[in-house]
């Protein structure tokens, strides 16, 4: 409720965004899967008003979320066409290079449920696009970010 009620606060998002990652790493992570929280940062998300440094805190809670199959599915089963569209716009943001990154990361881990193939193939284009900035990215884990990555989306999908 915090987050939905100050999605514009940097300090508020930053904070709230630390502490949920840093309680889903506990023995809590069931409690933050049922809880609204996830909800909160995938809504804080779509904020127009959200500062650079506010999107990667809430984009690395989701990341880190989203490796754990439980908080996958708890989140696939939220995504929509508008978040969607969000993750793969700031995936393919390179200039935001930590965000980009989690951004990917968070499709990528997400990727192997149904629901989440059925969302990104309407965006081919723009995911090849990034991919192929990923696999030509001098840091490594961008590279093995997207081979990954395109590796998934060809298991379950006609992805060329």
């Given at each position: 409720?915090?987050?939905?009620?100050?999605?514009?606060?940097?300090?508020?998002?930053?904070?709230?965004?630390?502490?949920?990652?840093?309680?889903?790493?506990?023995?809590?992570?069931?409690?933050?899967?049922?809880?609204?929280?996830?909800?909160?940062?995938?809504?804080?998300?779509?904020?127009?008003?959200?500062?650079?440094?506010?999107?990667?805190?809430?984009?690395?809670?989701?990341?880190?979320?989203?490796?754990?199959?439980?908080?996958?599915?708890?989140?696939?089963?939220?995504?929509?066409?508008?978040?969607?569209?969000?993750?793969?716009?700031?995936?393919g943001?390179?200039?935001?290079?930590e965000?980009?990154?989690?951004?990917?990361?968070?499709?990528?881990?997400?990727?192997?449920?149904?629901?989440?193939?059925?969302?990104?193939?309407?965006?081919?284009?723009?995911?090849?696009?990034?991919?192929?900035?990923?696999?030509?990215?001098?840091?490594?884990?961008?590279?093995?970010?997207?081979?990954?990555?395109?590796?998934?989306?060809?298991?379950?999908?006609?992805?060329?």
């Amino acid at each position: 409720m915090l987050l939905s009620a100050h999605k514009t606060d940097p300090v508020i998002v930053g904070h709230t965004a630390g502490i949920i990652k840093n309680l889903s790493l506990s023995k809590n992570r069931q409690r933050i899967i049922e809880s609204l929280c996830v909800e909160g940062l995938l809504q804080t998300m779509l904020s127009t008003d959200i500062q650079e440094d506010c999107l990667h805190c809430v984009t690395s809670c989701l990341a880190e979320l989203a490796k754990q199959e439980g908080a996958a599915l708890c989140m696939v089963q939220r995504m929509d066409e508008p978040l969607t569209k969000c993750l793969v716009r700031l995936a393919g943001q390179l200039e935001h290079t930590e965000a980009s990154f989690q951004a990917a990361s968070i499709i990528q881990h997400m990727t192997g449920h149904e629901k989440m193939m059925l969302l990104v193939k309407r965006h081919i284009g723009e995911i090849q696009a990034y991919l192929k900035n990923f696999l030509t990215h001098q840091e490594i884990r961008f590279q093995q970010l997207g081979i990954s990555t395109f590796c998934r989306l060809r298991e379950g999908t006609s992805f060329p």
